[in-house]
């Protein structure tokens, strides 16, 4: 058997990799003989099957098997430093030339008449057919041809050849002695071939049902880790002593008071939280719920208790203007409870927030709202117990721990619109809690949602202004990629102008996006709700939760630019007063997948069902964007596609870590091995 230290050998060792080769390598990432087997295929190319040359058809990669009818001729093409090298060959179909550039090794290699494979580009041109720059073998060899590629990916100046021949050697080199890292009844239970096979087929396989062996057990092993990693992170957490809030008092206590009645759902997460603030683990719980389910008031009546059991509470929003927006809804609520809110936020003076900083550290504010203002050294506690964050996208993890370290263990309660599959947000969020509000309140006007494309332009336009003729308001939404800014810039500044100058000359229209000063952007905001502005253009920053009841109409350009996700947080600024709200999506294109994600959208207003079609339509690579969610960074596995594997594995790992928490037993030895390890194998 192989022992780790071996794998551990440095990459150099490998047969076949010079002085310049691991400098090639290390760039790669590749520094050790384990990186260097565990440097996964990006793809695979067919090379399995033959065509005959008259069946070739233009701008396809294939296969052809034939008889060289010429030697390797040397043309000098009119631009310079560019040397031609033209071979013709033949089956009993047809004649193809083959052409290579700047290759003068080429022209000793081929002998006339005899057999050979080329795999590459076909071009065909008035009947001439060619092959541009093949990779080929001497019929009956198969080291390029002839069966299944792994194609890696590479940096520039080493060779997808090359890399396979090293790869090709590390694994001899190993000789099928590496030892296995998964318990024999993980695998026996779910049918995973072992691990090298795995390692060996996943580059090397003979067809795509040994690579899809290998595939499937090195992907079961990667998201077995990441599950079992974070749950026992989540387990290490509860351990730690959290403050026991009183029992006292109830939260059901002032719920006959609020100006609603709580709907099912929020009724079964507000006992979670009030089981959850009263047991002394620390909390951390992600509050889930679609825009306008009234995640708000859940964090209200937790704050009451927090307050009332005599802590600080302090709830942390993304933009000034939604901390704003809480004050008011916590002190609608809270105020004749003798609690005090305050609003701490980037504009706030200078001498109100020295007032506000004493006051929070002698305890005389009970609940302190703002921005990531909050996060400042300088805001401290007299005793904060427990803590709302809001929107959490828009916050890390890091910043979430400073605001924690400002009390002793506070219960922290976060909250997101986006709604997300459960099953990713048990690998987002796999350190918290989640609890779902699944419900809208019942009182909620539908909104109407249609798809149309540019031909219905005019109609709409005068359907805009009808509404605001009755005294509605309109979004009207563009594609401005924030990174993207300068591309398309012009497009959304004359699409502006159009609106503004042209369609809605006699209207109020304004535009916001987001690189203005957040003051500008508070200021027309402040202008929309007040009714100031008609019609506001906008980028992606109305994403996030201005509530302006009297805005029924969201227009959103290009919407097949957008995710399905994205969308849906867009809809949810309109349908938010006592008016039936319409949502326009304009689209361009034509494909089945533009259409089949307008129709999700036409469909269903559900945003956990929509999250789920997104992941299906996307893929979970497009659907989080960037790395900003923290989502992990697999070597194999992928979200989309293997969402069945990482159901299964999340059922498999709660069930291993609730039986053995601490992988003490003899049979999951190898799984803490594993855990302890950064990288698999
Ligand atoms: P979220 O934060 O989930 O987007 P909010 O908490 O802002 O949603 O709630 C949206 C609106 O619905 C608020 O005006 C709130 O007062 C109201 N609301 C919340 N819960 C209910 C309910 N059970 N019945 C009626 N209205 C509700
Ligand atoms: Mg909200």
Not at 63 to 76: F, Q
Not at 536 to 554: H, R
Request: some cysteine.
């Amino acid at each position: 058997m192989i022992k780790l230290q071996e794998l551990e050998k440095d990459v150099k060792y490998v047969k076949g990799v010079g002085p310049n080769r691991v400098q090639l390598l290390n760039k790669l990432g590749i520094y050790t003989l384990k990186d260097l087997i565990t440097y996964y295929p990006r793809e695979y190319e067919d090379r399995g099957k033959t065509i005959k040359i008259y069946k070739l058809e233009d701008e396809t990669e294939s296969l052809i098997e034939a008889i060289t009818i010429s030697n390797v001729i040397e043309i000098h093409t009119k631009k310079r430093n560019m040397t031609m090298y033209k071979l013709t060959v033949k089956d009993d179909t047809g004649i193809c030339n083959i052409i290579w550039y700047n290759k003068s090794y080429l022209k000793t290699i081929f002998k006339i008449g005899h057999r050979y494979n080329f795999y590459g580009k076909v071009k065909i041109k008035n009947g001439n057919i060619e092959m541009i720059e093949p990779t080929f073998d001497i019929n009956g060899q198969n080291n390029n041809t002839g069966k299944i590629i792994p194609l890696y990916p590479l940096t520039w100046n080493l060779s997808q050849n090359t890399i396979r021949k090293i790869i090709k050697n590390g694994l001899d080199s190993i000789e099928d002695k590496l030892i296995e890292t998964l318990p024999d009844y993980i695998l026996k239970e779910n049918n995973l071939c072992d691990i090298n096979y795995a390692i060996k087929k996943i580059h090397f396989p003979e067809d795509f049902n040994e690579f899809k062996i290998a595939r499937n057990r090195l992907v079961f092993e990667e998201l077995l880790k990441m599950q079992l990693l974070l749950l026992s992170l989540k387990s290490n957490a509860t351990e730690i002593n959290g403050i026991q809030f009183s029992n006292k008092i109830k939260i059901n206590d002032i719920v006959d008071k609020l100006p609603f009645k709580l709907t099912n759902a929020q009724n079964r997460v507000l006992k979670e939280i009030e089981q959850n603030m009263e047991s002394t683990k620390t909390m951390n719980r992600l509050l889930q719920g679609d825009v306008g389910s009234g995640k708000t008031i859940v964090s209200i009546l937790a704050a009451y208790k927090a307050v009332k059991t005599g802590y600080q509470v302090a709830v942390m929003a993304p933009t000034s203007i939604l901390a704003t927006q809480h004050l008011e809804s916590f002190e609608n609520i809270l105020s004749e409870y003798g609690i005090r809110c305050k609003l701490l936020i980037g504009n706030t003076t200078a001498k109100n927030k020295q007032i506000i900083l004493d006051e929070l550290k002698e305890g005389k504010i009970d609940i302190i709202i703002g921005t990531h203002t909050l996060i400042e050294e300088k805001v401290q506690f007299k005793n904060l117990g427990f803590i709302v964050t809001d929107e959490q996208h828009r916050f890390g993890v890091k910043q979430r721990n400073i605001l924690s370290e400002k009390g002793n263990n506070p219960d922290v309660l976060v909250m997101s619109a986006t709604p997300i599959p459960r099953t990713l947000a048990l690998i987002l969020y796999g350190d918290l809690d989640i609890s779902i509000i699944d419900e809208l309140p019942p009182n909620r006007k539908k909104i109407e949602t249609y798809a149309v494309t540019k031909q219905l332009e005019d109609r709409i336009n005068i359907f805009i202004k009808k509404h605001i003729d009755e005294g509605r308001q309109a979004y009207i939404v563009c594609p401005l990629v924030e990174e993207n800014e300068d591309i398309k810039a012009e497009a959304v500044m004359s699409i502006i102008d159009k609106y503004k100058n042209d369609i809605f000359k006699d209207y109020k229209v304004e535009y916001i996006y987001g690189k203005m000063k957040q003051k500008e952007k508070d200021g027309i905001m402040e202008n929309f709700k007040n009714g100031k502005i008609d019609i506001l253009i906008s980028t992606t920053v109305i994403e996030v939760g201005v509530n302006v009841p009297n805005a029924s109409i969201m227009v959103i350009e290009s919407a097949q630019r957008f995710g399905l996700a994205t969308l849906h947080q867009l809809r949810g600024r309109v349908g938010r007063g006592e008016y039936k709200s319409y949502c326009i999506l304009k689209y361009e294109g034509n494909s089945e997948l533009i259409r089949k994600r307008m129709k999700v959208m036409t469909s269903t207003t559900d945003g956990f069902l929509i999250s789920e079609k997104d992941l299906e339509l996307r893929g979970a690579g497009d659907f989080f964007g960037t790395k900003q969610h923290g989502l992990p960074d697999f070597k194999i596995a992928n979200l989309f596609e293997d969402i069945t594997i990482l159901k299964k594995v999340q059922a498999i790992a709660t069930k291993i870590i609730n039986e053995d928490k601490f992988l003490e037993e003899e049979k999951n030895e190898k799984l803490k091995k594993m855990c302890e390890q950064k990288i698999l194998l």
